[in-house]
């Protein structure tokens, strides 16, 4: 970390430190401490789910829209995709 992201962290409150003849210090067991308070969970994969997303909008704003709105940009791509190969599947040869 630079100095300026250290400073960042000790006006946040989440670095101890000491400051001796005008000169800020720290120990690594401090910086390990305050890497834990800045620690921010990862969410597993697939943890969105459409359906509760869509509804806690739709009641939010009073508006109804279809569950395709509540997917994301990639998520609609491959239904679309999905779509236009089933439909291809439907259609016969002309061979």
């Known amino acids: 970390m630079?100095?300026?992201?250290?400073r960042r962290e000790i006006g946040r409150g989440r670095l101890a430190?000491?400051?001796?003849?005008?000169?800020?210090y720290?120990?690594?067991?401090?910086?390990?401490?305050?890497r834990r308070l800045?620690?921010?969970d990862a969410k597993a994969p697939g943890a969105r789910?459409?359906?509760r997303a869509a509804s806690a909008f739709?009641?939010?704003s009073g508006a109804a829209f279809s569950?395709?709105?509540a997917l994301s940009p990639s998520e609609r791509l491959r239904a679309r995709l999905s779509q236009t190969l089933q439909k291809q599947k439907k259609k016969p040869d002309n061979s």
């Open 49 to 51: 789910s459409s359906q």
């Open 17 to 24: 430190y000491e400051v001796i003849a005008g000169k800020y």
């Open 26 to 34: 720290t120990t690594l067991t401090d910086i390990e401490d305050m």
């Open 2 to 6: 630079k100095l300026a992201g250290l």
């Open 58 to 60: 739709r009641s939010a």
């Open 67 to 69: 569950a395709e709105d």
């Open 38 to 40: 800045c620690r921010v």
